[in-house]
């Protein structure tokens, strides 16, 4: 078996593509509501919500990036 073939067979045995549309998905739902979250921050005039929506919308590009440097590092592609 080839080294490719080796690797098709281990993404497709661990659901890699559902695994990685699961990820995507949940990471923009996740920048959208914090996204909604600055804009009703901004329409109240809530500095702090503002501010928090920016911080947890990098946290969670961060999160999504390691998973998905995760799920490329099992699958070895």
Same mark, same amino acid.
Request: hydrophobic share 65%; proline share 0%.
């Given at each position: 078996m080839s080294k490719y073939a080796r690797k098709l067979e281990k993404m497709e045995s661990g659901k890699w593509f559902m695994k990685s549309v699961v990820l995507l998905g949940s990471g923009i739902l996740c920048?959208?509501? *914090?996204?909604?979250?600055?804009? /009703?921050?901004?329409? @109240? $005039?809530?500095?702090? #919500?503002?501010?928090?929506?920016?911080? *947890?919308?990098?946290?969670?590009? /961060?999160?999504?990036? @390691? $998973?998905?440097?995760? #799920?490329?590092?099992v699958t070895g592609t």
């Open positions: 920048m959208v509501l *914090l996204e909604l979250l600055g804009a /009703l921050g901004s329409a @109240v $005039g809530a500095d702090f #919500l503002e501010a928090m929506a920016e911080t *947890l919308s990098g946290g969670v590009f /961060l999160i999504y990036l @390691v $998973g998905v440097l995760a #799920l490329y590092t």
